[in-house]
């Protein structure tokens, strides 16, 4: 009994990270998984059974958890409140379950990383007596904006009521109607959407620690801001180190995906390209464009002097104009997915059209590519103004009337940022930018002195119980 008392603290912290299950979520939080492991650290990633088989990174162990529905099954769209409800009562019974199934072993559970999506994690953690952290991955002005509406130093506008704009919060740049987050702007557009943004705060003065996808050179300001009501620490961004300090050896890509890349096709048509001649586009893995936007980007791609490598879905396939991709042989490729880090490093690749979510918004800042904003919805609006408006990394395309973005308009931002008049101030902040990236998470940087900081408290507090352990075992 005695050797099995002591060899409980033999062993480093086990932290248990859970991510909600899109690829945007997995993604960083996997990430931080591995950067805890390369701290020395156990780390364990507890994911839904859909996406456990997706997740393949050196040093991390994988758990299944349950989120009420089978291999595949997904809830259909405007159902998100059935699944965050099944989601919320079958992931805190087997996420209660690993911690039992750990509790006896050489490496008990001292700390769960749970995504702030999922608040109920935090309660798992609190009845076992263990430590919970909460884990954004929006950016700090997004988070800085749902904390005040959650405090109530910010109101939604009732139905149909317009916004008083521009929207002055402490902290934060002005932000106008088409640099607000949708939920926000028109709260009964997305319900259970906003719902789950308000949730993430339902709890949180309860957590140990809040932790943000984010840097501080980069939004320092947003997160002092709020930092009496949201004490977050910004520890981003989670990028694979390959990208970034290269301190954690092989790490080139997140080791999670939901789709096929077809990165070695892609590498192979780069290959025969110039240096800053190709235009990468790609919307992320939830965005569904219209028939009528697809047609106008396309018409732009095919007016301008310049290669593109387009990433659209299988699913989206049909609402290209016919005779599109023959129109464009040799100049354009069209792929189903591809690993977006490994084409953004490319020396051909001269600027990014993104949705401006937050993980390409990060991964673009991080490679240092100038980008064309075209943000779809949500958090993306906020990150579109801060491309163009605050880190001057590139150009947002407007929408007409009709929300959509014109040809000539993409054709006027494209070649803005490829070779326009402010191409070279664009390049020369996004090089800035990448450094200070870099800085962040190397040795001694913001983000990784925060990292540290964690991992040390955790390594702290098993010796303290190990030596409390001895002390009891030696009696």
């Known amino acids: 009994m005695e050797g099995r008392t002591h060899s ?26 591995k950067r805890l492991f390369s701290k020395g650290l156990k780390s364990t990633i507890a994911t839904t059974r859909s996406t456990v088989k997706s997740i393949n990174a050196a040093g991390i162990q994988v758990e299944a958890i ?39 072993s050489d490496s008990p559970i001292t700390c769960i990383v749970y995504d702030s999506f999922l608040p109920w994690a935090l309660d798992v953690a609190r009845q076992h007596g263990i430590y919970g952290a909460s ?15 959650h405090h109530g ?27 607000i987050p949708s939920f926000i702007k028109a709260p009964e557009s997305y319900p259970a959407y906003l719902a789950m943004k308000m949730s993430q705060f339902s709890n ?19 997160a002092k801001s709020v930092s009496e009501l949201w004490p977050a620490k910004l520890i981003g961004p989670m990028v694979p180190s390959a990208y970034l300090d290269g301190r954690i050896e ?11 890349p077809l990165s070695d096709q892609c590498i192979k048509w780069l290959q025969h390209k110039p240096r800053r001649s190709v235009v990468f586009i790609s919307f992320g893995s939830m965005v569904s464009l219209s028939a009528k936007q697809m047609e106008e980007i396309a018409y732009a791609l095919k007016a301008g002097d ?3 490598l387009w990433v659209v879905r ?74 163009e408006e605050i880190w001057g990394v590139g150009f947002r395309a407007k929408e007409d009337e009709f929300g959509i973005v014109r040809r000539e308009e993409l054709l006027y931002c494209l070649k803005q940022v490829m070779d326009g008049e402010r191409s070279q101030e664009i390049r020369k902040n996004a090089n800035k930018w990448r450094e200070m990236a870099k800085a962040a998470v190397g040795e001694q940087g913001s983000s990784d002195q925060s990292i540290d900081e964690f991992v040390q408290h955790l390594k702290d507090d098993a010796n303290r119980k190990k030596g409390g352990r001895m002390a009891v075992t030696s009696m």
């Not at 062993?11 to 248990?16: E, F, G, I, L, T």
């Not at 949180?204 to 947003?222: G, P, Q, T, V, Y």
Request: aromatic share 12%; with cysteine.
């Open 8 to 33: 409980h603290y033999h062993q480093p912290p086990h932290v248990v990270v859970v991510p909600y299950p899109s690829q945007g979520h997995i993604n960083p939080l996997l990430q931080f998984a």
């Open 306 to 308: 310049f290669n593109f």
């Open 314 to 387: 299988e699913t989206e396939r049909s609402k290209f104009p016919e005779t599109f991709m023959d129109s464009v042989a040799g100049k354009g490729l069209l792929v189903s997915w591809c690993n977006q880090l490994e084409m953004l490093a490319h020396p051909a690749i001269g600027s990014f059209v993104t949705h401006c979510g937050w993980n390409s918004t990060l991964e673009g800042l991080s490679l240092g590519v100038p980008m064309v904003a075209m943000p779809q919805w949500s958090d993306q609006m906020t990150d579109a103004k801060f491309i």
């Open 153 to 179: 130093t910010l109101t939604l506008p009732a139905k149909h009521e317009e916004m008083e704009l521009p929207l002055m919060l402490p902290g934060l740049p002005p932000l106008n109607s088409p640099d």
């Open 204 to 222: 949180l003065e309860k957590a140990d620690w809040i932790f943000n996808n984010s840097f501080h050179e980069l939004e320092a300001e947003a």
């Open 135 to 149: 884990f954004f991955t929006n950016s700090a002005t997004v988070c800085a904006v749902f904390c005040h509406i």
């Open 66 to 104: 349950s989120d009420g529905f089978g291999q595949g099954e997904i809830p259909q769209a405007g159902k998100e409140d059935v699944y965050l409800r099944a989601f919320r009562e079958n992931g805190s019974r087997t996420l209660s379950q690993i911690i039992h199934k750990y509790k006896d």
């Open 250 to 260: 092989g790490d080139k890509g997140y080791g999670a995906s939901l789709w096929k």
